[in-house]
């Protein structure tokens, strides 16, 4: 089996930061890319940011030049750091992770979700 646990979140003020942090383990050949999504109250989820196993990284237009992804492959970890939050930035954010398992067969996993509020 695997899992997704994510970390991080919490309440900060309009131009704070915080900084997200996703561990994968379990039965794990391979992983993939990884990404953050987020869904706000009413909305659907959407793609924050991804990184390819090469460090090749996209982001969404809402939070270019404020939001960094990065990884670290020998720990199985991808990171998020937000920086310059805006209310609008209020979601609960779910990593994600494309893994190959130990016994071949590839998946898309998900965590369980990490609020983030950005209010004064």
């Known amino acids: 089996q695997v899992q997704l646990v994510e970390s991080g979140g919490g309440l900060v003020q309009p131009g704070g930061s915080l900084r997200l942090s996703c561990a994968a383990s379990?039965?794990?050949?391979?992983?993939?890319?990884m990404g953050w999504y987020r869904q706000a109250p009413g909305k659907q989820r959407e793609l924050v940011a991804g990184?390819?196993?090469?460090?090749?990284?996209n982001y969404a237009d809402s939070v270019k030049g404020r939001f960094t992804i990065s990884r670290d492959n020998a720990k199985n970890t991808v990171y998020l750091q937000m920086n310059s939050l805006k209310p609008e930035d209020t979601a609960v954010y779910y990593c994600?992770?494309?893994?190959?398992?130990?016994?071949?067969?590839?998946?898309?996993?998900w965590g369980q979700g990490t609020q983030v509020t950005v209010s004064s």
């Open positions: 379990g039965s794990i050949f391979a992983i993939n890319t």
């Open positions: 994600n992770a494309q893994i190959t398992t130990r016994a071949g067969l590839r998946y898309d996993y």
């Open positions: 990184i390819t196993r090469g460090g090749s990284t």
